[in-house]
């Protein structure tokens, strides 16, 4: 504590004269209430502060001012043979508040550790105000070490879910309680309801565990779905109370209702751990780790998104793109691409599966550059949706007509996610199949971005739509109107039997398949009578001829969306943007990855983990005669971030 001499009898003054006049070369400034430091002293490694808040600030509201508080840490830099340089408050343990409104302060600031000093501060009559048994300082990183300046790089951390193995003979242990978080609830009943359940348990302790179980309320695994934004804040409030109450509460996240929890509970209850998630069986762990840039970089110039050799995502890349600037084409349009739409297409370009020659990438959204003089549906500025003809890249030209303004209240990506999928599905249902209310419908792969497009057209067309999906996505299929007697598996050959029996051995007047080999034949004994067999697969394409002769009546139709040409393209686009703004039709349910993650993207794709459409979005670039806003703007961060702009 401090001594009752003051100033010490021993110690040596430091010179604060001119301490907050001189500009500091770490960029710190200290505001009219916060130059409060006095007078100084040390004696050995013992430091000493005199400090006092400006006449008239207003204390009211605080047990003790920061600005005072903060002041009495300034001693800490001002010993000359001290070449650590400045130090920043880092975390503070043991402290007590014995008194308020203090407006001076004299206080003792004595080593606790190699990095840390304890604090003591009396007031004006020696009454105790404050005691602090340890607050931990860190050095204030050198100019240019976050924004990567050469010599003073510093590491980014980030948060990842890290594979654990799932133990051997896992059994239930004992003193654990499970309650699962109610799913699908308003944000603010689930809320409540589960912070009624902690502070019970807080209340009466009876020495178990509460493990508090969700379902897809984190995203664990590359592009995955939050299912339930109630429950995903579930684990802030509980991520809290474990901090106040270590060994309290345990967090689990599921893929699945029935998902076996006993796994989870054996490794939480043989460690440290208390937040698990399980994904297919197994087990992942939230990680602190370095962050390495392992993304897709842009090169200088021109670019666009491609493989530098074609049979693994592995070597997809930014390749340069040299682009002219030639006068745009009669009937074009030149655009800044903000989000492209992938399709399994692009996954077989990439690994050289796909006939002739072709771009990754074929459709997006994004804000017109540039019209030719003879253009008159879009204008610059407009944001707008539809077929790309150079692939993924900043900028791209396209003809006019595969183009339409984007619907009021979307996303660039929830517009990137619709051409390709609901033009294929509405040209091959009116113009191919001429798709009758009333008739059946099967759809394959009805998640999928075309299936999801395809069920939401037969369904407007008043046809009666079958369809098929892994069972893990019947539940989506049924939240699109389908009910479960309309539903089976795309994994298997039992959709042929199951939907015989549904429809009393009549089958099917049109199927849109994108199965192949077996399933190709079953689906073709669905059409005992005719009918039309759409296929864009493209993975097994059969004779027409052969198949009308083994199947009577059956219209084999492998099909391309731009066999329909521009004029017919551009005639079903507006037909399809006047449903989506009455509201007949929805966009897919999306699933986004940055474009410096398009590896992980083409694999969520190639593995099918999605439904609806994956997309990657773009950076847009920024206006050099812009402006930005930055809130928080003198924070650290902030700083930061202007310095990195300017």
């Known amino acids: 504590p401090p001594t009752p001499a003051w100033p010490p009898t021993d110690a040596v003054p430091l010179d604060v004269t001119g301490l907050y006049d001189a500009p500091d070369p770490q960029g710190l400034a200290y505001g009219p209430a916060f130059q409060g430091l006095r007078a100084a002293w040390r004696d050995g490694t013992a430091r000493y502060a005199e400090v006092a808040l400006p006449e008239e600030t207003e204390t009211d509201g605080y047990g003790l001012h920061p600005a005072l508080l903060d002041a009495v840490l300034h001693a800490l830099g001002l010993d000359p043979d001290d070449n650590a340089g400045p130090r920043l408050p880092f975390g503070w343990s043991g402290v007590r508040l014995h008194a308020s409104d203090a407006t001076a302060l004299r206080a003792v600031l004595v080593p606790a550790g190699p990095d840390s000093v304890a604090i003591t501060a009396v007031d004006a009559s020696g009454g105790l105000v404050l005691s602090v048994e340890a607050l931990t300082l860190r050095p204030l990183p050198a100019e240019g070490a976050i924004t990567g300046a050469a010599g003073a790089a510093q590491n980014l951390y980030r948060l990842g879910w890290v594979n654990h193995p799932v133990p051997a003979d896992a059994e239930a242990p004992d003193g654990t309680v499970i309650a699962r978080v109610p799913a699908d609830g308003e944000l603010h009943d689930v809320l409540a309801h589960v912070l009624g359940l902690v502070q019970t348990w807080l209340k009466e302790p009876t020495g178990d565990r509460l493990a508090l179980v969700t379902r897809r309320a984190v995203a664990v695994l590359p592009g995955e779905h939050l299912d339930d934004l109630a429950a995903a804040s579930i684990w802030g409030l509980v991520r809290s109370a474990q901090a106040e109450h270590p060994g309290q509460f345990l967090l689990i996240d599921t893929d699945h209702t029935d998902t076996d929890l006993t796994p989870a509970l054996t490794l939480a209850a043989g460690g440290d751990e208390d937040q698990i998630a399980v994904r297919d069986g197994g087990l992942y762990l939230p990680r602190i780790s370095r962050h390495v840039s392992d993304g897709l970089t842009e090169p200088d110039g021109p670019w666009r998104l491609d493989v530098t050799e074609q049979g693994t995502l592995e070597n997809l890349a930014l390749v340069p793109d040299p682009q002219t600037a030639e006068p745009l084409p009669p009937g074009h349009v030149r655009l800044s691409v903000r989000a492209a739409g992938l399709n399994f ?174 399933f190709v034949d079953a689906s073709l004994e669905l059409l005992p009578e005719g009918g039309h067999f759409l296929e864009i697969g493209k993975t097994d394409i059969r004779e027409p001829d052969q198949v009308t002769r083994d199947h009577p009546g059956v219209h084999y139709l492998p099909y391309d969306l731009m066999d329909a040409g521009a004029d017919r393209i551009h005639q079903l686009f507006t037909e399809l943007h006047g449903l989506f703004e009455d509201g007949t039709l929805a966009p897919l349910p999306v699933t986004a990855f940055p474009l410096h993650q398009a590896p992980d993207a083409f694999r969520h794709l190639a593995q099918a983990k999605h439904t609806g459409k994956v997309v990657l979005t773009l950076r847009p670039p920024l206006n050099p005669n812009g402006t930005v806003l930055i809130t928080g703007g003198t924070g650290t961060l902030g700083t930061i971030t202007a310095k990195h702009l300017t």
């Open 345 to 518: 297409r692009d996954v077989l370009i990439a690994l050289g599966m796909y006939p002739g020659q072709a771009h990754i990438g074929a459709e997006g959204a994004g804000i017109v550059e540039e019209v030719a003089p003879d253009v008159t549906t879009v204008a610059p500025g407009d944001r707008v949706m539809g077929l790309f003809i150079g692939g993924v890249s900043p900028t791209t030209v396209t003809d006019h007509r595969f183009l339409c303004k984007m619907p009021n209240g979307w996303t660039f990506a929830q517009a990137a996610s619709v051409p390709i999928v609901y033009l294929t599905a509405y040209y091959g249902f009116t113009d191919l199949a001429r798709l009758r209310p009333g008739q059946r419908v099967l759809i394959h792969a009805a998640t999928g971005g075309v299936g999801t497009a395809a069920t939401q057209l037969a369904q407007h067309l008043g046809a009666e739509v079958y369809g098929t999906a892994s069972p893990p996505k019947w539940q989506t299929l049924r939240g699109q109107g389908v009910d479960a007697d309309h539903i089976a598996s795309s994994r298997d050959l039992t959709f042929r039997d199951r939907f015989q029996q549904a429809t009393n051995n009549a089958g099917m007047d049109v199927i849109l398949n994108s199965l192949a080999r077996e």
